[in-house]
């Protein structure tokens, strides 16, 4: 049984769901493990994970607005403004999508859906140097 | 330490919480490790994961109408609305909910607390075949 | 490779977020792994996981009334009612939040980001005693 550690990083430029599918099958390629499990834990608390619809772009852009809808950007809801009014929605997104994912391995692959893309879900308006911390056991 | 794999299919009739706990339960037996790590993963984007609880059918259905709620049905609110008006708000909801779970396996066993039940939600209104990814690993 | 289980308890006092990451860390220095996966499960459907910033404790009451707004106790909205308005709600928000994560540990520490901590996010207003299946699988 082997291990392998690795950082993903992604530069995000605005909110938005930004695909890391092929960056995360190449650690994967790279591990030479065929047979086994991996993790993805995102490193902050104002972006996260999510897999997704790889197929129309809209219905990136479509989940992006209902995560909007359902942590507006708003003076009057939150405490937390001190660093912007888009950070607190930031972390109520990320508490609602996904921190980590756990994914299996079978022959060398993902054993992802037809449809599935992995996604990091930037929450922030600004550009940011995103982290993912990937793990991978297995033979 | 040893792995194995699985596909776990639930044939869904309609919007709704389908229990697999049994299914599952039935791999974790077959597979014949005692003390290991148990991972699911939908292989959807309109169906996701969710542990709930097994006593009071109404918690079901109240989840299935708050879902509705957050991500509700309508012509106005998506680009994406070319596969049906329910395929959008599916993918809303399977972002909500959980694409991977996590299981630790003790003595043979899930270790779910007592009210704690596996559903796979479908999100769409028609009738699918949805597949489960499952990989165990331990010894 | 060795693995090690373990069930860390948290003592809540009504709604809101307690933070676990000591007594998570703590069981990861005595599994003496220091290279592995560490999987939290969350025994309970009222009360859930989640990954939050450890900074500003405004961010944690902003995020318990997000929940409140997403999913409010109504007498009107849930058919389940019997065990008190506060539980369709706290099956709701476990829903919406996580029930089991997964963190890579590297040089015996989780791979967590620097403003990141782990929190049992209660969903009911009594206090009750809660679970959490704890494992790490390593070397």
Redesign the interface.
Known sequence: ?H?Q?ETITCNTHGTGLYEITGAVSSFVSISGIN???L?L?????SASL????NA?P??R???I???DR??PQSRN????T?EGLDD?PA??K???????????I?AGVM???T??GIYLAEHRIHPHTR?I???I???
């Open positions: 049984m291990q550690h047979d086994g499990l993790t834990l995102v490193q902050h608390t999510t897999i997704q619809e129309d809209d219905v852009d479509d989940l607005d209902a995560l359902l942590a809801l939150y405490r937390h001190a607190m972390h109520i990320t508490a609602l999508t996904d921190t980590s994912l756990s994914i299996p079978m054993r992802l859906g449809w599935q982290c911390a990937a793990h056991i297995g033979l």
